[in-house]
Structures are given as structure tokens and as C-alpha cells.
């Protein structure tokens, strides 16, 4: 407990002080608060948490494009995140160049849309790419024509889709393109002073270098912030992708194809006796009785008995009971078996 000075203590050490009896060093120092600088116009919404995660969940993106994008340039594509900071949507207009690649994105089912920004000389060089062209480092600064409009569009679709599957363990999210524009002034999707989150993904196409921007804003992911943390996000990808690689491993081998034979019976023949075989002659097997077990195998593997029959005209065995048959690697010779006694 801190102990308290009377009146009289503080005159007595007030007039130490004063006399010089006392130096101010050796009176014990108050202990220092931090302080923490707080800016109340852009107010931090965004926990570092939450930033880890979108930041883990746009590098999924980030590889999604990288592969879509590529396959439809036919040509070297790197895209990976550069950084994930918050600001206001102010300061993100006032960052980009004008006029640029704007694409606005309705966020369904969240209200409210975000942003996607394409850096020019990326647009170009995708743009020159798809005409045929090397797809050369160009610096065209003008506003797109519609049919640039037009390819563009089909890029970012294309985009949106690789965000769905990045945004698949926290919702099922369904962005739709809403319209592409030039101008940032002419994309105000919230006020100037709301606080957005953007991720920055430097992207290469060829040798040409760029930065696409998606900024969200703080208000259209509000209701499932509470999602982005690290833990629930692991373990949605864990038991998401347990779930779905089992249907898909399910779906495969409903679809694979095997070789079962229905084994009659065997013979132990010389060298000498095959190469006399002829046309016509009889080689009796191990089981000459029709009413005993035949074995099926799958794929060379003994699995089950079987009996002959008939299914109509076409000739059929009836699966009987199970064989175990115990894999070679697993058997133990004899010789190994004495080895171990």
C-alpha cells in the first residue's frame, strides 16, 4: 500500500529541500504512465488479429489469380500481398492515380460494396495481351474506351470469383461487379472519413509491375468481424476442407475403374509341358468340382468366393464371402519367424 504523508512531513520535507538539506535527486521519482497518441479522426477499427487474418485469407487470393490470370494472358503472372493497413477512404482516393481501373463491387449478402483497383499500366498491359499484342510496358494515361471497358469486365468477373473462394470459410460470399469507372472522385461508396481496410497486392504480369488495390470498408464487413481471428479461421479450413476433400475423394473413386477376374482354379506346370501345349489339349485344374468356390480377384488381389451362374444368356458368378487376405509386405517367412524366437 502507498503510504501517505502528513501535513507536517510535507512542510519538514518541503523546507529539507529548500535549505539544501536534500538534493531533488534523491526524493524517489513518480512512477511515468505510458501514453498512447490517438488520432479520433481515423479511429483504429481493425484489431491486429483481424488483420492477420485478412491478410492469410488474401494471400489464398492472391494465389487464386495468380493462376487464373495466367492461364487466361498465357503469360508469367505474379500477384502476392504487399501489405494490409487501415485508413480512411479518403486517403485511399487520394493514393491512387486518376484516371485508373475502378471497379465497384457489391458485396452480397453484405450491405454495401467495396473496391477494386487496378493500377494502369497493368490494365494496359492485360488489355494489349488479349489483343495479341507482347504485352510491353506502356505509359498510356487516358480513360478506357468501351471495348477495353469490356475486357476489363470480364477480368475482374473473373477476379471476383478467386475472392469467393478466399471469403469461403468466414461467409459465403457472392461479389458481383456493379460498375467499372475511372475517375476515384466518381466511386464514393461510403463517406470520405469512414475508416477501410486495404489490402495492397503487387502485381507482375510479364515484365511489367503494378498495384492492385481492394479496399473494403469497415461498415460492409461489420457483421462478421467478429470472424476474422485467426483461430476461427484455421479451424473453418480444417473441417471445411476435411468435409469437402472426403466428398470429393468419394466422387473419384466412385468413378474408378478395376480389373476383377473370377478365378476358376490353378495348375503348377514345367517350362517343358507349356511349350508342348498345342491346339486341343485339356489342362486339368486344381478344382474340377462346378459346385465349389471359385475365388474373384480385384485388381490381382484375392477378395471374395464366388460360385458360378448364368444372368440370362451371359455367364456371371455370385459374390460369396469375404476373403482377408493378408498383404505380402505384412507376412512374416519362416525363416524370419525363427529369427524373432
Same mark, same amino acid.
Given at each position: 500500500? @502507498?503510504?501517505?504523508?502528513?501535513?507536517?512531513?510535507?512542510?519538514?520535507?518541503? @523546507?529539507?529541500?529548500?535549505?539544501?538539506?536534500?538534493?531533488?535527486?534523491?526524493?524517489?521519482?513518480?512512477?511515468?504512465?505510458?501514453?498512447?497518441?490517438?488520432?479520433?479522426?481515423?479511429?483504429?477499427?481493425?484489431?491486429?488479429?483481424?488483420?492477420?487474418?485478412?491478410?492469410?485469407?488474401?494471400?489464398?487470393?492472391?494465389?487464386?489469380?495468380?493462376?487464373?490470370?495466367?492461364?487466361?494472358?498465357?503469360?508469367?503472372?505474379?500477384?502476392?500481398?504487399?501489405? /494490409?493497413?487501415?485508413?480512411?477512404?479518403?486517403?485511399?482516393?487520394?493514393?491512387?492515380?486518376?484516371? @485508373?481501373?475502378?471497379?465497384?463491387?457489391?458485396?452480397?449478402?453484405?450491405?454495401?460494396?467495396?473496391?477494386?483497383?487496378?493500377?494502369?499500366?497493368? @490494365?494496359?498491359?492485360?488489355?494489349?495481351?488479349?489483343? $495479341? $499484342?507482347? $504485352?510491353?510496358?506502356?505509359?498510356?494515361?487516358?480513360?478506357?474506351?468501351?471495348?477495353?471497358?469490356?475486357?476489363?469486365?470480364?477480368? /475482374?468477373?473473373?477476379?471476383?470469383?478467386?475472392?469467393?473462394?478466399?471469403?469461403?470459410? /468466414?461467409?459465403?460470399?457472392?461479389?458481383?461487379?456493379?460498375?467499372?469507372?475511372?475517375?476515384?472522385?466518381?466511386?464514393?461508396?461510403?463517406?470520405?472519413?469512414?475508416?477501410?481496410?486495404?489490402?495492397?497486392?503487387?502485381?507482375?504480369?510479364?515484365?511489367?509491375?503494378?498495384?492492385?488495390?481492394? &479496399?473494403?470498408?469497415?461498415?460492409?464487413?461489420?457483421?462478421?468481424?467478429?470472424?476474422?481471428?485467426?483461430?476461427?479461421?484455421?479451424?473453418?479450413?480444417?473441417?471445411?476442407?476435411?468435409?469437402?476433400?472426403?466428398?470429393?475423394?468419394?466422387?473419384?473413386?466412385?468413378?474408378?475403374?478395376?480389373?476383377?477376374?473370377?478365378?476358376?482354379?490353378?495348375?503348377?506346370?514345367?517350362?517343358?509341358?507349356?511349350?508342348?501345349?498345342?491346339?486341343?489339349? /485339356?489342362? =486339368?485344374?486344381?478344382?474340377?468340382?462346378?459346385?465349389?468356390?471359385?475365388?474373384? =480377384?480385384?485388381? $490381382?488381389?484375392?477378395?471374395?468366393? &464366388?460360385?458360378?451362374?448364368?444372368?440370362?444368356?451371359?455367364?456371371?458368378?455370385?459374390?460369396?464371402?469375404?476373403?482377408?487376405?493378408?498383404?505380402?509386405?505384412?507376412?512374416?517367412?519362416? =525363416?524370419?519367424?525363427?529369427?524373432?524366437?
Amino acid at each position: 500500500m @502507498t503510504e501517505i504523508l502528513s501535513q507536517d512531513e510535507i512542510d519538514s520535507l518541503l @523546507t529539507a529541500i529548500s535549505t539544501g538539506e536534500h538534493e531533488m535527486e534523491d526524493v524517489a521519482p513518480t512512477e511515468q504512465r505510458k501514453v498512447k497518441l490517438y488520432d479520433f479522426r481515423r479511429p483504429d477499427k481493425f484489431s491486429k488479429d483481424q488483420i492477420r487474418t485478412l491478410q492469410m485469407m488474401h494471400e489464398t487470393f492472391a494465389r487464386l489469380t495468380t493462376t487464373a490470370l495466367s492461364a487466361q494472358l498465357r503469360a508469367l503472372v505474379s500477384v502476392h500481398v504487399a501489405s /494490409v493497413d487501415q485508413l480512411t477512404y479518403e486517403e485511399f482516393v487520394r493514393s491512387i492515380p486518376n484516371p @485508373t481501373t475502378l471497379a465497384v463491387v457489391n458485396m452480397d449478402p453484405l450491405k454495401g460494396s467495396a473496391v477494386l483497383e487496378i493500377d494502369p499500366s497493368i @490494365t494496359f498491359t492485360i488489355i494489349d495481351k488479349l489483343f $495479341g $499484342g507482347e $504485352g510491353e510496358a506502356t505509359k498510356i494515361s487516358r480513360e478506357l474506351t468501351d471495348i477495353e471497358l469490356s475486357v476489363m469486365e470480364g477480368i /475482374v468477373v473473373r477476379i471476383l470469383g478467386n475472392l469467393r473462394e478466399a471469403w469461403s470459410n /468466414v461467409i459465403d460470399l457472392r461479389p458481383r461487379l456493379g460498375n467499372i469507372e475511372t475517375n476515384p472522385q466518381f466511386a464514393q461508396i461510403v463517406p470520405p472519413n469512414e475508416m477501410v481496410v486495404l489490402i495492397t497486392l503487387e502485381t507482375k504480369v510479364g515484365e511489367v509491375e503494378g498495384m492492385t488495390n481492394l &479496399c473494403l470498408p469497415y461498415i460492409t464487413i461489420e457483421p462478421v468481424i467478429s470472424k476474422l481471428s485467426a483461430q476461427y479461421w484455421f479451424s473453418s479450413i480444417r473441417k471445411g476442407a476435411t468435409d469437402e476433400n472426403l466428398q470429393i475423394i468419394q466422387n473419384r473413386l466412385e468413378n474408378v475403374t478395376l480389373n476383377v477376374v473370377a478365378e476358376i482354379g490353378d495348375v503348377e506346370v514345367s517350362m517343358q509341358e507349356v511349350l508342348n501345349l498345342s491346339l486341343g489339349d /485339356v489342362i =486339368k485344374l486344381s478344382k474340377t468340382k462346378t459346385d465349389s468356390d471359385m475365388t474373384l =480377384k480385384i485388381e $490381382g488381389r484375392r477378395k471374395f468366393k &464366388c460360385r458360378p451362374g448364368l444372368v440370362g444368356n451371359r455367364v456371371s458368378v455370385q459374390v460369396g464371402e469375404r476373403i482377408e487376405e493378408v498383404p505380402d509386405e505384412l507376412l512374416i517367412t519362416k =525363416k524370419e519367424e525363427d529369427e524373432m524366437m
